[in-house]
């Protein structure tokens, strides 16, 4: 079947996510139809890079044996099964492997299957627990200016991105966005640690006076992806944790980007040495092959829902909490961090990658380069208003996955892209900027 019909047919009958649509009539729809390693494969047998791990979710790289027999061995045994009333050996398994990779005394894990889901867990556990405490004032929750936390309605009202909020504003529960730590902000002169620390104080004096009313502050720790990987001082999340505490109000880590490695440590929070109440958790965790996301919290949060009354429970409940083959997924992508030793293997492969993009930080279309462990980013100077799509396609044509955020360019690759593929990401992308 050709390119061409695969694409016409998925214009009648796909509504494609964060897509104008429309847009498909002039640039249709690449169809994939194998991936292996880094890279995908079109029905026209053209070959991409998957620069950006297919929405950050893929660790190491498409179809890896070890995951693929996991998933093989789990088929034969099951698929799923309701998590209410009921348990199985993946589930549980997973569940005691992260409770011992997470900071501090995270034990207990609520199952969902995607990053907005255990965002809205994460907001309905905290002013859930509050309301058990008899602080049943503390019910706003607070977070980061231009942070992004996912599209459902409760995920949407702590988000700060105008494009995916501004039409549903009617829907969504009032929200206060705190000053972002995101060093592109800092005033000249400022370094990105008094930026951070400038941010946090704000952040004091908003609860100062606010925290009688206030459940939760969500944040993503370390990169705000969604407003173009910015990216902050470990100090801002040290002064918050501390600040939280103080006032009694919970720390919501939304680490569906950034955990499992992205930063460089296991989980971002690890850079500042803190704990947060509770950790969220997707994307990376089934290695990017099935829905999957996690809700972990501490057991002075737990009690606060044991009890004789099924009324004080949290009833809360997805159809695939848990899903078999989604946790067989993540504990063979756990067993890849162990055996591999990923984490310094990725220090050595950011190293190189940073040498390499040298050229890229001296280029004068490029401002504002920045890393953290396996993300990059920087802004491209342009007054081209279809730049995004342009450069999406000129990477295309260069044989790159890559879709920037605005005039930001990204790359957050699978951690088993070589030496090759990063010297061709790289010339790649001095190639097409030269065309601006």
């Not at 890559?402 to 990204?410: A, E, I, K």
């Amino acid at each position: 079947m050709s390119d061409k019909n695969l694409s016409e047919r998925s214009q009648k009958a796909v509504w494609h996510p964060c897509t104008q649509m429309k847009e498909h009539e002039i640039f249709p729809p690449v169809s994939i139809v194998k991936g292996h390693g880094v890279w995908l494969y079109d029905s026209n047998g053209n070959c991409y890079i998957d620069a950006i791990s297919s929405w950050w979710v893929n660790l190491f790289g498409h179809c890896h044996p070890h995951i693929n027999s996991a998933l093989n061995d789990q088929l034969s045994k099951l698929e799923h099964v309701m998590l209410a009333g009921f348990t199985h050996e993946p589930v549980v398994s997973l569940s005691e492997r992260l409770c011992k990779l997470a900071p501090g005394n995270l034990g207990h894990c609520f199952y969902a299957s995607d990053g907005a889901s255990a965002t809205e867990i994460a907001l309905k556990m905290s002013f859930h627990y509050w309301q058990q405490c008899g602080l049943t004032a503390k019910i706003d929750f607070i977070s980061l200016q231009n942070g992004y936390h996912g599209e459902t309605l409760g995920a949407l009202s702590v988000t700060d991105v105008a494009l995916f909020k501004q039409i549903y504003a009617p829907l969504l529960r009032p929200t206060q966005h705190m000053p972002s730590p995101d060093w592109r902000n800092a005033v000249e002169g400022e370094s990105p640690e008094e930026h951070a620390l400038k941010a946090a104080n704000k952040l004091e004096n908003y609860l100062n006076e606010h925290h009688a009313h206030t459940a939760a502050l969500i944040l993503e720790p370390l990169v705000q992806g969604a407003a173009g990987m910015g990216m902050y001082h470990p100090v801002y999340l040290q002064r918050a944790r501390e600040i939280c505490s103080k006032y009694q109000v919970h720390l919501i880590a939304d680490e569906i980007a950034v955990g499992f490695g992205r930063t460089g440590t296991m989980f971002a929070c690890e850079q500042a040495s803190i704990t947060p109440d509770f950790l969220c958790l997707s994307k990376g965790l089934s290695g990017g092959y099935l829905p999957l996301s996690v809700v972990m919290t501490t057991h002075t949060i737990f009690q606060a829902f044991y009890h004789d009354k099924t009324s004080q429970a949290f009833l809360h409940s997805h159809s695939h909490s848990g899903n078999a083959l989604a946790c067989r997924a993540a504990l063979a992508t756990l067993d890849i961090f162990e055996q591999n030793n990923i984490l310094e293997a990725n220090r050595i492969k950011a190293n190189y990658l940073n040498q390499l993009s040298q050229s890229l930080q001296s280029h004068p279309k490029v401002s504002n380069f920045r890393n953290c462990g396996m993300i990059w980013a920087f802004e491209v100077i342009t007054d081209d208003p279809t730049f995004t799509n342009s450069f999406f396609k000129k990477a295309l044509d260069k044989k790159l996955l890559l879709r920037p955020l605005g005039n930001t360019v990204y790359f957050m690759p699978p951690y088993i892209i070589n030496e090759d593929e990063m010297d061709w990401l790289v010339k790649s992308v001095l190639h097409i900027l030269d065309t601006f």
